[in-house]
């Protein structure tokens, strides 16, 4: 699609492909609503940055994404303090069941910062995240070939930790498996559905789309990652857990849907969860 640069540009509600005043609907996902362009970014701008891949153009800015990071992290340490208080005040608390009720809300603080800082903010579609179109077959291929490279770069990566002699002892949460039933559910949500979901829509759709957007595909999947893998504040896994973001990242640069990233997200989390229980 040429775009004259004179002209006005506006967004559509659903995908956010950027579009001349003049159309009426997208040529891309056939929507009819529109949102105003932001300022200072034109498909133009996105391509000469380095941008080629399938992303519509994110409105929400850098500004936009530094202060989501910022809510998202004061809401992290209001959620520890108080998890860390109710362990300490009691006694025979049920940890691994507190672990996960933790984490079920920063899934939702994930969403609800993607919510103030993109979606409300801009009046765009939730689907403009990455959920604009149906999952096809090629979402399913990417994912499965990106879960399979993840799990030789776990494997490789473990090894080479033990070649140098660094404990990886199992980090498993063995409260998780003597607690038992309802905790084992929640476990099982929240890594196979719940995670996969808020995560991908918030470090990919919205970081990364944000960043792409502005500074091209490399920086924007490289930064992504970079949060990815500290949000997990697993250092012994901080490798590996880059290199599945900026993959993730690269899924959706390719196909311009979340459904493939999620899906490898899913696999991922499946697999560890075998790890655990078994
Ligand atoms: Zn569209």
Redesign the pocket.
């Known amino acids: 699609m040429s775009i004259h640069p004179s002209e006005a540009l506006k967004l ?1 509600k ?4 950027m579009a001349p005043q003049s159309h009426d609907y ?1 040529s ?4 009819r609503s529109w949102v105003a362009a932001p300022k200072g970014v034109s498909q133009a701008a996105s391509r000469s940055a380095g941008y080629g891949g399938q992303l ?1 153009i994110a409105p929400w800015t850098v500004g936009d994404l530094a202060r989501g990071i910022g809510f998202f992290t004061a809401q992290a340490l209001t959620v520890f303090l108080l998890f860390i208080l109710t362990t300490l005040l009691i006694e025979d608390a049920n940890l691994g069941l507190y672990a996960l009720v933790v984490t079920f809300i920063l899934e939702g603080v994930l969403l609800a910062t993607v919510w103030i800082f993109a979606v409300a903010k801009y009046q765009i579609s939730w689907r403009a995240l990455g959920l ?1 179109r149906r999952p096809n077959a090629g979402d399913v291929i990417l994912a499965g070939s990106v879960f399979l490279v993840g799990i030789g770069v776990q494997v490789g990566y473990l090894s080479i930790l033990k070649l140098i002699g660094v404990d990886t002892g199992r980090v498993t949460p063995s409260t998780f498996i003597e607690e038992g039933g309802v905790v084992l559910v929640l476990l099982s949500i929240l890594a196979l559905a719940v995670a996969p979901v808020a995560e991908e829509i918030f470090f990919r759709g919205f970081i990364f789309g944000g960043a792409a957007t502005r500074y091209g595909f490399m920086k924007g999947a490289l930064a992504s990652a970079a949060l990815f893998s500290i949000a997990h504040i697993e250092p012994l896994k901080f490798l590996p857990l880059f290199v599945l973001g900026f993959l993730l990242a690269w899924i959706y640069h390719k196909t311009g849907a979340l459904w493939g990233s999620m899906i490898a997200h899913l696999l991922n989390n499946a697999l560890a969860l075998v790890v655990i229980l078994t």
């Open positions: 559509c659903r995908c956010s492909q997208c891309r996902c056939g929507s519509g604009w």
